[in-house]
């Protein structure tokens, strides 16, 4: 089968191209960034530059629609955020995604927890805050909170806790925000591959390291029968199909409640990958669930050399990192396929000097060109 990949700057991506190239599939990528982290994969059949989607989605999608037609692409299957700008051209070509009206309000931090309650599902009271006054009746609401942009990724100008002032002097009503009640507890991310409803793949894993306050940098399956059941319900009730993904809070007592979903992988893939029929997943609607078969443990070393260590020698935790670090596989570095870790500082470089010149952080230099603000 002739595959199409898109995102390919993600670790993510990069370990599901390998997985679909070991299981005997073409695999092709498009990108806007030119040296992104899969690009030199031997993985990948051809890697193909596309303009990008946030800044030019119309050439983004005739280039997707060409490169479809060209290379006899039997499924095109977007990673990361540009999967909003696929969804917009989803009839021009085969594509793993479900449509704009029904990503849209998944994506977003408000309209996600509103649809989850209508589904009798637990969250945490949620408001959406575009005044003053709103924010003043959300620090009514709850003793502590916890403040978001209502499209956002990786954490990127979350406050936790904050104290009004601090809120007011801070939040400027340009974009909505979510103010969210604060609840105490581990946090518990999942990813899951679904077909109408019905989950064909699925893992659980625990925040133990992260980079800042957003995205996990160690990976290890946890069996959660509590979250799967709500994963469940909720895919089932939207009929949905793709990649989607969760983050949740289980407090000490064991209450889980949903805060967030991304619609589009995550990095659960590095814990999927290597279950034998997990490639199948993608195709084969009335496949059994795909779990990981065993409790190995992935770590994106250089997140965990740059965020982790820090972190764990600010915390006193560094036994737990080392520990970590000696016991768990780098998902990029492959012995038979070196060159995506050798070369990696390529796209580094590119998100430090974008952050600089838009004074932004590098993680969200990382998404400047695809991400989907609404």
């Known amino acids: 089968m002739n595959l199409l990949l898109s995102g390919g700057r ?84 085969p594509a793993f995604v479900e449509s704009l009206e029904k990503l849209r309000p998944l994506h977003h931090k408000y309209d996600f927890i509103t649809t989850a309650q209508r589904l009798g599902l637990s969250v945490p009271g949620t ?15 709850w003793p ?24 007011l002097s801070t939040l400027t009503f340009d974009s909505s925000w979510a103010a969210q009640e604060f609840i105490a507890g581990e946090q518990v991310c999942t990813y899951s591959v679904c077909h109408n409803g019905r989950m064909t793949a699925h893992t659980a894993y625990r925040s133990d390291f992260t980079a800042g306050q957003g995205a996990t940098i160690l990976f290890r399956h946890v069996e959660h029968q509590k979250i799967f059941a709500w994963v469940n319900k909720f895919v089932a009730a939207l009929s949905f199909t793709g990649q989607i993904a969760f983050d949740f809070i289980e407090t000490a007592g064991g209450e889980i409640f949903a805060i967030e979903c991304n619609p589009r992988a995550t990095s659960g893939i590095h814990l999927l990958a290597g279950a034998p029929r997990f490639v199948d997943s993608f195709f084969d609607s009335t496949l059994e669930c795909v779990t990981p078969s065993s409790t190995d443990s992935s770590m994106l070393l250089s997140g965990m050399l740059i965020y982790g260590l820090p972190a764990a020698l600010k915390k006193g935790k560094f036994q737990k990192w080392f520990t970590a670090c000696t016991s768990s596989r780098d998902v990029i570095y492959r012995r038979d396929d070196p060159l995506p870790a050798l070369l990696q500082f390529r796209s580094i470089l590119h998100y430090l000097r974008l952050a600089r010149r838009e004074n932004i952080s590098a993680l969200e230099a990382s998404t400047f060109d695809i991400e989907w603000n609404g």
């Open 144 to 167: 502590a909170l916890v403040l978001k942009p209502v499209y956002s990724r990786f954490a990127a100008r979350t406050l936790m806790r904050v104290g009004l002032h601090q809120a």
């Open 127 to 141: 408001m959406l805050i575009d005044s003053a006054t709103r924010l003043q009746s959300a620090f009514e609401a």
């Open 10 to 93: 993600a670790p993510a991506t990069l370990e599901l191209a390998r997985a679909f190239h070991r299981a005997g599939h073409t695999v092709f990528m498009a990108e806007s960034l030119r040296a992104h982290l899969s690009a030199p994969s031997n993985a990948i059949t051809k890697n193909f530059l596309v303009p990008p989607p946030r800044q030019n989605t119309a050439g983004f999608l005739n280039a997707l629609e060409k490169i479809c037609a060209e290379n006899k692409i039997d499924l095109l299957i977007p990673t990361c955020e540009e999967i909003f700008y696929v969804a917009m051209g989803r009839h021009r070509f």
